[in-house]
C-alpha cells in the first residue's frame, strides 16, 4: 500500500524512532508499504518515520535509471565507522519536496544493521549509498538534511514548508 509521506514542518519527523524487537508480520508489511512508496515517489531512499511510523527500518534503493532494480532493507541501522574523507553532493528528501541543497558529510560509512530475516550484518558503502545511509540514519534519529545547511538557508525552508502547510490545512477544511 501507498503510504502518505510526511512533509515538514510535520513534527513526527523530529521523533527519534525505537528500535524493532522482532521482525513480526507487522515490520514486513511495513517494509513492503515502504518499498511500494519508495519507489512510487520515486526515491533513493525511506526512514518508517516518514510515513509516521517511529519504528527503525530504512529502505534504500541506490540504482540509477535502467539498471536493475536492487531494493535493500536495514533494520535498526547503525553507523559503526565512518572515513576521513568528506564530499559535498546536492541532497534532497522526499519529506521536503522539490528542494535540493549540498551537504558535506564522511564519503564512506561502515553500517551494522538488521536483515528481514534477523540476522545481523554489516556493509562498506561508498557513493550513493554511503550518503543515502547516513541521510535515512540521520532521520531515525529526528534529523533532516536541512539541519546540515546554514542557518539561513533551513529558516527560509521551513518558512516556506510552514506556510504552505496553512494553505492546505485551509483548503482541506473548506472542503
Ligand atoms: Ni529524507
Do not use: W
Not at 526512514?47 to 536492487?70: C, H, S
Not at 561508498?126 to 529526528?142: K, T
Not at 536541512?146 to 527560509?156: F, P, V, Y
Amino acid at each position: 500500500m501507498i503510504r502518505t509521506i510526511l512533509q515538514l514542518p510535520d513534527p513526527v519527523l523530529r521523533k527519534v524512532s525505537t528500535p524493532v524487537q522482532k521482525i513480526d508480520a507487522e515490520i514486513k508489511k511495513l517494509i513492503k508499504d515502504m518499498f511500494e512508496t519508495m519507489y512510487d515517489a520515486p526515491g533513493v531512499g525511506l526512514a518508517a518515520i516518514q510515513i509516521g511510523v517511529a519504528k527503525r527500518v530504512v529502505t534504500i534503493d541506490a540504482t540509477r535509471g535502467d539498471d536493475e532494480k536492487d531494493p535493500m532493507v536495514f533494520i535498526n541501522p547503525e553507523i559503526v565507522s565512518v572515513s576521513e574523507e568528506k564530499d559535498s553532493k546536492e541532497e534532497g528528501c522526499l519529506s521536503i519536496s522539490e528542494f535540493y541543497e549540498e551537504v558535506e558529510r564522511p564519503s564512506e560509512v561502515k553500517v551494522r544493521y538488521m536483515d528481514e530475516k534477523g540476522e545481523t550484518k554489516e556493509i562498506d558503502a561508498d557513493g550513493l549509498l554511503a550518503r543515502a545511509l547516513q541521510h535515512e540514519i540521520d532521520h531515525l534519529n529526528g534529523v533532516l538534511f536541512i539541519d546540515h545547511i546554514s542557518k539561513l538557508k533551513r529558516d527560509r525552508v521551513t518558512k516556506k514548508f510552514t506556510k504552505a502547510a496553512k494553505v492546505n490545512k485551509r483548503v482541506a477544511a473548506a472542503g
